[in-house]
């Protein structure tokens, strides 16, 4: 063995001794500590020691609850509405816990919300050229989150506005009948805006109204039924009757014995013009009612008018222009085209001017029953025969499927 190697070996065993020996050092010192620790429990009395071992607990718990806070926390900032899409196993294990729970009881809530009862309600005011008056009324519409407008239909010709809004309900557990809809007050807020602002006094316009109100029609939708559509129709009537003192006349399923809208309307005279044979101006009706209203009183504010209130099936509604002035011949068109005329089943329709060179025949009709191609159809036939022209007409507001669409995508996007 030659000295460069007796040297190597002799280096490396040091070596090897001298861990061995920190080693023993190191264990020995860690035996020490734990004779100590010992030692120190023996002479701790236990109630002390069990302490000891809550707080010890406590503050391990809190520092791990704060460190999946801060996971949670920074999950959240990154995490934007995912509605309804789906999730595979593989992603929702990449969520943190509490974040999960997030997502589940989200969920849970949209799921609760597609099962809610949902009513529509149509307004209908007379006014349309006063931009400012329109736009207050539009804003009211919109400020509650949980009441959806829907659509603004205006038409300068008739002076005329309506709103679809819808909103949902909630029905007593005991007795069924509705206890709340956020819509309920809405709508008396833009009621009372439109009866402070607008005078029917001074209105004019080519579409009947017996009041600055004219007309609210209730429709059930998602889940809600007929029923729960007329109480809530009688219930605004009560409101506006009472604490508005304005009359109301009740129709459809509202109404105790089920009269038809039309019919109330023949016996206030809705459909006869008093200037000019083509417009309503100012008040239609007299200062005493013909006939006795379902609410409010029986005498007429000539600025305020008359309301009708009801509850019916979603109709269509569907306007076909006819390029003529000669109204007394496009009555006669209508009348043919209408259910109650021999026509087309279901469809109820009315002859409006419209323009310096249309007469619109405005229709409401049943989706089940008939379809918006057939009425355009009738009116065009019918019209040949008096060689007069029709354009395509046009929808004013949307469908049933289309209105629960909308209503849903809006209030499932709000958190």
Same mark, same amino acid.
């Given at each position: 063995?030659?000295?460069?190697?007796?040297?190597?070996?002799?280096?490396?065993?040091?070596?090897?001794?001298?861990?061995?020996?920190c080693t023993h050092r190191t264990r020995e010192r860690e035996r020490e500590r734990e004779?100590?620790?010992?030692?120190?429990?023996?002479?701790?009395?236990?109630?002390?020691?069990?302490?000891?071992?809550?707080?010890?607990?406590?503050?391990?718990?809190?520092?791990e609850g704060m460190e999946e806070q801060k996971h949670t926390d920074k999950a959240l900032d990154a995490y934007t509405p995912l509605g309804f899409e789906l999730y595979s196993n593989e992603t929702?294990? /990449?969520?943190?816990?509490?974040?999960?729970?997030?997502?589940?009881?989200?969920?849970?809530?949209?799921?609760?919300?597609?099962?809610?009862?949902? /009513?529509?309600?149509?307004?209908?005011?007379?006014e349309s050229q006063n931009a400012k008056v329109v736009d207050a009324i539009t804003r009211i519409g919109q400020k509650d989150p949980e009441v959806v407008l829907l659509s603004?239909?205006?038409?300068?010709?008739?002076?005329?506005?309506?709103?679809?809004?819808?909103?949902?309900?909630?029905?007593?557990?005991?007795?069924?009948?509705?206890?709340?809809?956020?819509?309920?007050?809405?709508?008396?807020?833009?009621?009372?805006?439109?009866?402070?602002?607008?005078?029917?006094?001074?209105?004019?316009?080519?579409?009947?109204?017996?009041?600055?109100?004219?007309?609210?029609s209730f429709h059930p939708l998602n889940q809600a039924t007929m029923e729960d559509a007329a109480q809530l129709a009688k219930t605004v009537a009560s409101d506006i009757g009472n604490f508005l003192q304005v009359p109301v006349f009740l129709y459809g399923a509202?109404?105790?014995?089920?009269?038809?809208?039309?019919?109330?309307?023949?016996?206030?005279?809705?459909?006869?013009?008093?200037?000019?044979?083509?417009q309503w101006m100012g008040q239609v009706l007299p200062d005493i009612l013909p006939v006795k209203p379902d609410e409010g009183p029986d005498h007429v504010s000539r600025e305020r008018g008359a309301i009708m209130i009801g509850a019916a099936p979603l109709p269509l509604s569907y306007n076909v222009p006819v390029l003529s002035k000669d109204i007394p011949?496009?009555?006669?068109?209508?009348?043919?085209?209408?259910?109650?005329?021999?026509?087309?089943?279901?469809?109820?329709?009315?002859?409006?001017?419209?323009?310096?060179?249309?007469?619109?025949?405005a229709c409401f009709l049943d989706p089940d029953h008939v379809s918006a191609d057939q009425v355009q159809q009738q009116v065009e036939q019918?019209?040949?025969?008096?060689?007069?022209?029709?354009?395509?007409?046009?929808?004013?507001?949307?469908?049933?499927?289309?209105?629960?669409?909308?209503?849903?995508?809006?209030?499932?996007?709000?958190?």
């Open positions: 063995m030659t000295l460069t190697s007796i040297r190597r070996h002799s280096s490396t065993a040091s070596q090897r001794n001298s861990w061995v020996s004779r100590e620790r010992e030692r120190r429990h023996r002479s701790t009395p236990p109630l002390r020691r069990r302490t000891q071992r809550k707080r010890e607990g406590r503050r391990g718990r809190a520092e929702l294990q /990449i969520f943190h816990p509490h974040l999960l729970v997030h997502l589940l009881q989200k969920a849970k809530a949209k799921l609760s919300m597609l099962k809610s009862k949902v /009513i529509c309600c149509k307004l209908y005011i007379s603004k239909f205006e038409d300068d010709h008739y002076n005329r506005v309506r709103y679809t809004l819808a909103s949902y309900i909630i029905n007593e557990n005991s007795t069924g009948e509705v206890k709340f809809s956020p819509m309920r007050r809405v709508l008396l807020e833009m009621i009372e805006k439109a009866f402070s602002t607008i005078n029917l006094e001074t209105h004019t316009g080519t579409h009947p109204r017996i009041g600055v109100i004219d007309d609210m509202a109404h105790p014995t089920g009269k038809p809208v039309t019919a109330v309307r023949r016996e206030l005279g809705y459909f006869q013009p008093n200037y000019m044979g083509i011949t496009i009555r006669r068109i209508t009348r043919r085209v209408t259910g109650r005329g021999g026509g087309l089943p279901t469809v109820q329709a009315l002859a409006l001017s419209h323009g310096d060179d249309c007469t619109e025949i019918i019209a040949a025969e008096q060689g007069l022209e029709v354009e395509k007409g046009y929808f004013t507001d949307f469908s049933k499927d289309a209105m629960l669409e909308k209503y849903f995508k809006i209030v499932l996007s709000v958190d």
